[in-house]
C-alpha cells in the first residue's frame, strides 16, 4: 500500500487534475483541513471535511479515497467501499492516469469485502415485480438483493408497490448473514387474541354455584347450633325439674339460642337456596324437559358451569 504522507500528495495532484471547479481553493482548503484532522486521529470530523470539499469538486478522485479512508477508521466499511471504488474508476480517467492511486484503492477495497457485513434479500412469490425496497431510506437496487453491503446497527427496511408496504426493523452485528424475505401479507392476518368475556348465562350459573355453596352452610351452621343447645338442654333438664335455679337459666338460654339462632340460619340458608335455584333456572342455556316413561313422569334439568 501507498504510505499514508504519499496518499495525501496523490490526493492533492488528483484534485489538482481534475476538471475546474466553481471555488476550487475553498475545495482544497477542505480537503486539507480533513487531511489534517486524520493526522490528529478525528476520522469523523475528516469525513466532515471531505464531505464539504466533495460537494464543491466531486470530480476530485483523491477526495474520494480520503472519504474511504476516514470511512474504514470509523468502520463505515460500507460507506469506504463505495468511495474507494469511485476513486478506484476515477484514478483511470484522470489525465494523466494515476495507477498508484487506483492501485491503493484496489487493496483497499480488496480487504473491505472479506469483513463488511451483508444481508440478503428476498422477494416473496408473487411480489410486483415493480416493487421498490429501501434501507434507512436508501434505494437499493434489484442487483444487490442476494449480497447487500451494510454496516452494523440497527436499520429499517422497507418495500412498497402502490399501496402495498413492507416494514421490518433489523440489528445488524459482525458479518451480518441475514436473510429478509418481502411479502406484502396475501394471507389473512391473525387476529389478536381478545380475553373471552363470559355470557350472561354463564355469568348467572355461576353466581347460583356460590350462592348455592353459602345456602349449605347457613343450614349446615343452624344443625350444628341447634344440636349443640339442644346437648346443653338434656344436660341441665333434670336439675332445672328439680328446682336448680342455675340448671333452669342454662336450659331457657339454650332454648333461646336454638330458636333465635338456628332457626334465623335455618330460615337464611332456605331463602339462599330459593334464589340459588332461581338463578339457576333463569340462565339462559339452563334447559329443563319434561321426562316421561311408563309408569313414572318427572324433568330433566340441563346445562352446564
Not at 477495497?109 to 444481508?119: D, E, N
Not at 411480489?127 to 434505494?139: K, L, R, S
Not at 446497527?153 to 433489523?170: M, N, P, Q
Amino acid at each position: 500500500m501507498i504510505p499514508r504522507a504519499m496518499i495525501a500528495v496523490v490526493a492533492l495532484a488528483s484534485a489538482a487534475h481534475a476538471e475546474p471547479a466553481v471555488d476550487h481553493d475553498r475545495a482544497v482548503e477542505l480537503f486539507e483541513e480533513g487531511r489534517r484532522l486524520m493526522t490528529e486521529h478525528d476520522p469523523d470530523g475528516a469525513c466532515a471535511k471531505f464531505a464539504e470539499s466533495i460537494r464543491i469538486e466531486p470530480l476530485a478522485a483523491g477526495t474520494m479515497l480520503n472519504l474511504g479512508l476516514c470511512h474504514q477508521q470509523l468502520n463505515h466499511y460500507k460507506i469506504a467501499l463505495y468511495w474507494f471504488r469511485k476513486a478506484q474508476i476515477r484514478a483511470t480517467e484522470t489525465d494523466p492516469p494515476l495507477p498508484l492511486y487506483e492501485k491503493e484503492a484496489r487493496d483497499r477495497t480488496a480487504y473491505l469485502v472479506t469483513v463488511v457485513a451483508t444481508i440478503r434479500i428476498t422477494l416473496a412469490p408473487g411480489t410486483p415485480p415493480e416493487t421498490q425496497v429501501t434501507v434507512d431510506d436508501e434505494i437499493v437496487r434489484p442487483e444487490d438483493y442476494a449480497h447487500l453491503e451494510i454496516d452494523p446497527g440497527h436499520h429499517v427496511i422497507v418495500a412498497s408497490s402502490g399501496k402495498l408496504t413492507f416494514r421490518k426493523e433489523l440489528d445488524v452485528g459482525g458479518r451480518g448473514g441475514q436473510n429478509v424475505t418481502i411479502t406484502f401479507g396475501t394471507a389473512a392476518p391473525t387476529p389478536p387474541e381478545t380475553p373471552e368475556v363470559p355470557v350472561e348465562g354463564n355469568g348467572r350459573r355461576t353466581l347460583s354455584l356460590y350462592v348455592a355453596i353459602g345456602a349449605g352452610a347457613l343450614v349446615a351452621g343452624s344443625l350444628g347450633i341447634t344440636l349443640y343447645e339442644k346437648h346443653v338442654y338434656n344436660d341441665n333438664k333434670a336439675a332445672a325439674i328439680a328446682g336448680d335455679v342455675g340448671a333452669l337459666d342454662k336450659t331457657r338460654h339454650a332454648t333461646e339460642i336454638a330458636r333465635d339462632y338456628g332457626t334465623g340460619l335455618a330460615v337464611g340458608g332456605i331463602l339462599a337456596a330459593g334464589v340459588a335455584a332461581y338463578l339457576f333456572f333463569t340462565s339462559s342455556e339452563t334447559v329443563v324437559t319434561p321426562a316421561i316413561a311408563p309408569g313414572q313422569a318427572g324433568a330433566v334439568v340441563t346445562g352446564r358451569f
